[in-house]
């Protein structure tokens, strides 16, 4: 197995923006990332912290299945995931294995060694591409 990345995706409303939750979900098609599980989490403008099975969702539905999915995402990530929300947003949570990085796993466990630390680098503190000005 790959390295596993809990990531937490935040909307500035309520409701899921189709788009981009397509966009994510295209890359569990490709076989960049392997999705092992994942939540919809919200924070109304009450401040009540919801959180919804997939399955809830047209845009969701079927996107957990399989031999892959493992019900890791638990009650205290969800309110941990909801402090980072503002009122009347919402977020999805996602476990996801890494596959494009598998073989490179597999290696290193095989010589005794193991992954220690990820950090992951906001986009702003990356120079953008002198050829594209994007970073």
């Known amino acids: 197995m790959g390295p596993v990345e809990f990531i937490v995706l935040a909307f500035p409303e309520e409701q899921l ?3 981009a939750v397509e966009a994510v ?3 569990r098609k490709t076989g960049v990332v392997r999705l092992i599980d994942g939540l919809v989490v919200t924070r109304t403008a009450a401040g009540e912290v919801l959180a919804a099975e997939f399955d809830e ?3 969701l539905r079927g996107l957990l299945t399989g031999r892959d999915v493992a019900r890791l995402i638990g009650p205290e990530d ?3 995931s909801a402090g980072l929300l503002e ?3 919402c977020a ?4 996801v294995e890494h596959v494009w990085a598998e073989d490179a796993a597999i290696a290193v ?3 005794g060694g193991r992954i220690v630390g990820s950090v992951r680098i906001p986009v702003d503190r990356i120079p953008a591409d002198p ?4 970073a």
Not at 92 to 95: E, R, V
Not at 131 to 134: C, S, Y
């Open 131 to 134: 050829r594209t000005g994007v």
């Open 57 to 59: 969702f047209v845009e």
């Open 78 to 80: 969800v309110q941990e």
């Open 87 to 89: 009122r009347g947003s």
């Open 25 to 27: 979900m295209g890359l």
């Open 92 to 95: 999805l949570l996602l476990l």
């Open 109 to 111: 466990r095989a010589a």
């Open 17 to 19: 923006r189709v788009p």
